[in-house]
């Protein structure tokens, strides 16, 4: 059970109490394959900006006179608005996709993917562009994520390479290539960031974001990167790049934070996972497969020592607990004061996870958001102002009402064999994935509703979830 908990928590958004028995009557050898051939299929792509963006864009003019037509004042604003709303929609389906998908090894590594390519940027049909690329490569091959990201609309933008022209050169995006998605910082030189800019000039997008390269504005000369020297673009400074090994290595070591452990990390596993990486061209799956099936992934140092991301704790309750949100939109605000909203990362770097996700003031709100879902309450809210994440609302304390209609049915025939007294131990198995010995079911059961045995289940159940101990996975 333990180990079925750790694999679903860690490769996924935890278990779904709907299948979590049949899961159960599996044998341990399959449940790898099974998570694997669930996210086989391709992804479907999310088709958010298909109405007013793509309407608009269609009014312009003709796609190969995008990238020279100018948008008016009124135009851009009407962008403005239209990709805020738009981009809530996509929050709000990608979060949907997460909690209900059997593709759970996908969506969780398109998570992972998200962060490590982070991009802010206010353009929704660039921003759903990326996130296309990034789903459909999740579980493929490192090279092709690579190179389809840095061509994206979203990217180039984020990091102004659409500025980048040879009698100009701009080094933002040659060096965040460089620092966050390949090698890692102290791996490169200031010189190496230059020559490297000098290959990405001309690389640019039109307006409706499909990539384009502008010969005219593109730097031919001899470049010196990484000890190589010829007239190189910017594919060959991306191949330059999967060429050396330190990028096999960082990216073995980024993931292995996020799938095995946050602070305890063997630097000899990382160089093993990242020369396996490394020889096999950069298969994602093959990086997988060998955290995965190693003895060490299930190793007591590594469960429950991780702290759940906002996104993943959110999803996992609503995978634990069916529920449908009376207005969906809530979760936005939650993902604000928690500190993790989805194409909003707080800068290139992405989120930084760890203990930077806890504070005294987003512990508190984890461990009330069970007790106000089961409660229906209303809660005051207040985050920090951030136009962009507020997306033009004020930060002003707000009253939310957190209000859904939750199906108690799969929890009670989870534990309706369960006798009433042995109830609280069996939640905390189920809903923990840290030790239960020091579990407080005196403090618990004083605290739950006991005028029968289906409330005191229900009430039980988020009792155990509204502990500081479900925070960790």
Known sequence: ??????????????????????????????????????????????????????????????????????????????????????????????????????????????LFWHGHFASRNLNILYQQQLLAIIREHALGNFRDLLRDVSKSAAMLAFLNNQQNKKQHPNENFAREVMELFTLGRGHYSETDIREAARAFTGWGFKLDGEFVFRKFNHDTGEKTVLGKTSNFDGDDVLDILLQQRQTAYYIAGKLYRFLVNETLIPEDRIKWLGDRFYESNYEIMRLLNDIVQSDWFYDEENVGVNIKSPVQYLVGIRRALPLELAEPEVQLILQKALGQVLFYPPNVAGWAGGRNWIDSSSLMLRLRIPQLLYANQEFDIRTKSDDDQQMGRSAANRRQRFSAIIDWKPVNQLFNKIAENQLIPEMANYLWQCPTQNLPVNVLERNTDRKNREAFLNAAFMQVMATPEYQMC
């Open 1 to 110: 059970m333990n180990k079925l908990k750790h694999l679903l928590w860690r490769v996924g958004f935890g278990p779904r109490t709907k299948s979590w028995q049949k899961w159960m009557e599996l044998p341990p050898e399959s449940w790898w394959p099974k998570l694997k051939d669930e996210s086989a299929p391709a992804p479907i792509h999310f088709d958010i900006a298909s109405g007013a963006i793509n309407g608009l864009l269609m009014g312009i003019g003709e796609a190969g006179k995008m990238e020279r037509r100018q948008l008016s004042g009124e135009e851009k604003k009407q962008l403005r608005q239209q990709s805020r709303e738009d981009l809530q929609s996509l929050n709000l389906l990608w979060l949907e996709e997460m909690t209900h998908s059997k593709a759970q090894l996908r969506e969780k590594m398109a």
